[in-house]
């Protein structure tokens, strides 16, 4: 089999799983069509809003399917016409078997993590805030259960200190075009290997809230600083701060540093002073520097420049 034989079905929706499907067009294979969520409302206008999969698969003129069912019959007899070799999954939702069974060389997923570590809807945010310092994508074989079948390729990358998710995020997606072309080249040349999951060894990584996002400031600091670049850039974690007239603000905080800390500073979990130009809070360890901060209503700004209009005395769990 060739690479031009090969009929491909992708099924993807965010920038995430854009980088793929890039890496496989440009590289001369043929994907017969994309899978990707309906077009949904955004913005205070409410205006339709495509993926941008569907962004991509547009301007390169290839055929887009969007089901709001995945068991729709129309859908699932489209999918079948297509008559395809292999369907490709990257950050899309969970299938049912009637499609993921359906191509005759099976249903593989890309995943960003080192399975079976992280299994779940975050696993980039959860890597940072459980402060690993290695993490890496797999590809492995669709089965009934989440993130569970058998592993094809795992390709591992270190954690920078204060790296952020969003940072990690664009690492992980462009190795993850590389083990998807390498998986699909796998096939392809018989070269495939499939290793089973060890059952019971796994680390949950659920879908974030923002209730989960809020920032306990009775953990120690390495903790707080973990979780803050773990949710960073996006969707933040947050706290309300508490000015020294009394006025309450909910604020966002995306950048800290939890080391060259004055060692002469001591500080009560969640209390805020300015030093200079520095933010500081307290913690359940030594004090953490606030380096990129956003009240609400307003922009992300740098402490040196938020504090030249909002005087914080507290910041509360």
């Not at 779940?120 to 993490?135: E, R």
């Not at 969003?166 to 290997?193: P, Q, S």
């Not at 809070?281 to 504090?307: H, V």
């Amino acid at each position: 089999m060739t690479k031009e034989d090969l009929k491909i079905v992708f099924f993807g929706t965010p920038e995430f799983a854009v980088e793929s499907l890039d890496a496989l067009v440009s590289n001369g294979y043929n994907v017969e069509a994309v899978v990707t969520m309906p077009d949904k409302p955004a913005g205070r206008g409410k205006k339709l809003k495509m993926s941008d999969v569907k962004v991509y698969a547009l301007e390169h003129e290839m055929e887009i399917l969007q089901p709001e069912k995945l068991r729709d019959e129309e859908f699932l007899e489209k999918l079948r016409s297509l008559n395809a070799d292999l369907f490709i999954v990257i950050a899309f939702r969970m299938m049912p078997e009637v499609v993921w069974g359906m191509p005759r060389l099976g249903t593989f997923n890309l995943h960003a993590s080192l399975l079976p570590k992280y299994r779940g809807a975050a696993p980039i945010n959860h890597a940072i805030m459980n402060g690993d310092s290695v993490t890496g994508v797999t590809t492995f074989f669709l089965t009934h259960e989440i993130d569970t079948g058998d592993i094809i390729t795992r390709r591992e990358i270190e954690i920078g200190e204060d790296e952020n998710a969003g940072e990690l995020h664009d690492r992980l997606m462009h190795l993850g075009a590389e083990e998807v072309l390498a998986t699909v080249e796998a096939i392809i040349n018989g070269t495939l290997t499939r290793q089973p999951q060890p059952e019971g060894e796994f680390t949950p990584a659920p879908k974030i809230f923002k209730d989960t996002c809020r920032i306990d400031w009775n953990r120690p600091a390495k903790d707080i600083h973990n979780f803050i670049r773990g949710l960073a850039p996006y969707p933040a974690a947050w706290c309300q701060m508490i000015e020294v007239s009394g006025r309450p603000i909910d604020v966002k905080i995306t950048a800290t540093r939890c080391k060259d800390i004055p060692a002469d500073l001591t500080l009560e979990p969640g209390e805020a002073i300015v030093e200079g130009k520095h933010l500081y809070a307290g913690t359940a360890t030594e004090p953490l520097e606030i380096l990129e901060i956003q009240p609400a209503g307003k922009k992300s700004m740098a402490a040196s420049a938020f504090i030249l209009g909002y005087h914080p005395a507290e910041f509360k769990s």
